[in-house]
């Protein structure tokens, strides 16, 4: 009646350190906030798309600008879970110059406390685009205003010279 036990070394890394890896090395720019605004973590390529250090802790409302609403009460939405998909085209707050994310969110829940994770592309070449497109609209209409009253003012050309044509039918050349 003999038992036998083994006492192996146990792994010194904590708990979900491999999930942090993951999260660190994915080609994705994915950024999570707590749900008061603030930054929890930054993946690698997030880092390089907002040009942030992993020293940097901005909130969610000093990271971006333009949503039109309170970035908070779109926050709010998402933890509540009242919006299906939230995903929206922001203004990078830089260092002046113009980039565009495309930010959308997703509720999570990482050890117990509810959360939101950011997952952003870069948008900027879509607005560029989006704007040459508008230019080329308007450009568009002010050609039809113009060829409109070209043709109005020729088909007043047109009156006027029928009518000098036929004064001249009535009168001799002396």
Not at 24 to 34: G, Q
Not at 53 to 71: K, Q, Y
Not at 152 to 157: C, R
Request: glycine share 6%.
């Amino acid at each position: 009646e003999r038992r036998e036990i083994y006492l192996l070394p146990v792994d010194e890394r904590p708990v979900g350190t491999e999930m942090v890896a993951d999260f660190e090395s994915l080609p994705i720019a994915m950024i999570k906030f707590r749900a008061d605004g603030s930054m929890r973590s930054i993946n690698a390529a997030a880092r390089d798309l907002t040009h942030l250090t992993h020293l940097d802790v901005p909130a969610i409302n000093d990271l971006f600008e333009g949503l039109g609403r309170s970035i908070a009460d779109w926050m709010d939405d998402v933890l509540a879970e009242r919006v299906a998909t939230a995903s929206e085209v922001m203004r990078l707050r830089s260092d002046g110059n113009d980039v565009f994310i495309q930010v959308s969110l997703r509720r999570i829940v990482d050890n117990g406390r509810p959360g939101v994770l950011a997952v952003l592309q870069d948008a900027t070449a879509l607005k560029t685009l989006e704007a040459q497109f508008v230019q080329s609209q308007k450009m568009q209409a002010i050609g039809q205003l113009a060829g409109g009253i070209a043709h109005d003012f020729n088909n007043l050309l047109t009156a006027i010279s029928g009518h000098c044509d036929l004064l001249l039918l009535r009168h001799g050349q002396t």
